[in-house]
């Protein structure tokens, strides 16, 4: 999986490419989302449009990182996910847990 | 019906029959060449999706609990199909099995933000039938 970070208006914007699943992926994830918290970065939007797959060990990753992020204040807010990534969190009752947005602007200015 | 409680094998062919090693990045693999099979078969995108997703939670169940992380240990996964379309997959681990009945259920206000223990139930969401073998050492999981 690719990881892209970027800062736009103290926004973190992380662009994902590949499938979120068991392994390199997920421990890569959660690897920058860790540094980001570590950093005081808590103003966080994940596009996952180019995300075809997110098994459930991807899906306890961004329920989790939720979680810790709103405890620290900030938000974990979510930018076109794939047809398939929203199937997934809907069928295992998570995705009304998060702000979506049609694409990374509207999520960034959703902060201010 | 046969006595693992599924329906009828008969007419399906031997499309994967793959073991490996108990690790993610081998069960990647065999997750991909489940979807390559499936496109070449012509199935539609969503059925593909449906079916890679369960493949991938089964393995990663076999991995886990089945193997214990140890990728000195193997999974199996086969994959059958029948002129109608049905595709049956079963994956494998040499573990003790577990009872699935015993799954926590993810819904529950309490377990909507943990972080495991969503597996099994999105394989029964996605499946149209999943059976249990050898005390839940293998997953036979049915999509028509």
């Given at each position: 999986m690719d990881i892209n970070v970027r800062k736009r208006s103290q926004v973190q914007v992380i662009q994902l490419r590949g499938a979120l699943r068991m392994g390199p992926a997920v421990d890569s994830l959660r690897q920058t989302l860790e540094e980001a918290i570590g950093n005081g970065d808590t103003r966080i939007v994940m596009n996952l449009s180019e995300v075809p797959m997110v098994d459930s060990s991807g899906i306890g990753l961004l329920v989790r990182f939720l979680a810790v992020i709103k405890q620290h204040g900030g938000n974990l807010k979510l930018a076109q996910p794939s047809k398939f990534a929203v199937q997934t969190l809907r069928l295992v009752g998570v995705l009304k847990l998060f702000e979506i947005f049609d694409n990374d602007d509207a999520a960034v200015e959703s902060f201010s | 019906m046969p006595a693992d409680g599924g329906p009828e094998n008969s007419g399906l062919s031997e499309l994967l029959d793959l073991s490996v090693p108990a690790d993610s990045e081998a069960i990647a693999s065999v997750v991909d060449a489940v979807t390559v099979t499936l496109e070449r078969l012509e199935v539609p995108e969503q059925k593909r999706f449906e079916v890679a997703l369960a493949v991938q939670e089964a393995l990663a169940n076999a991995v886990i609990h089945g193997c214990g992380n140890d990728p000195s240990k193997k999974v199996r996964c086969q994959l059958k199909g029948d002129p109608l379309g049905r595709i049956l997959i079963s994956v494998t681990d040499?573990?003790?099995?577990?009872?699935?009945?015993?799954?926590?259920?993810?819904?529950?206000?309490?377990?909507?933000?943990?972080?495991?223990?969503?597996?099994?139930?999105?394989?029964?969401?996605?499946?149209?039938?999943?059976?249990?073998?050898?005390?839940?050492?293998?997953?036979?999981?049915?999509?028509?």
């Open positions: - | 040499p573990g003790p099995g577990f009872k699935p009945d015993l799954v926590a259920d993810p819904l529950r206000r309490e377990g909507v933000y943990a972080d495991h223990g969503r597996g099994v139930y999105l394989i029964r969401q996605l499946m149209d039938e999943v059976h249990f073998a050898s005390n839940g050492s293998e997953i036979r999981m049915w999509k028509y």
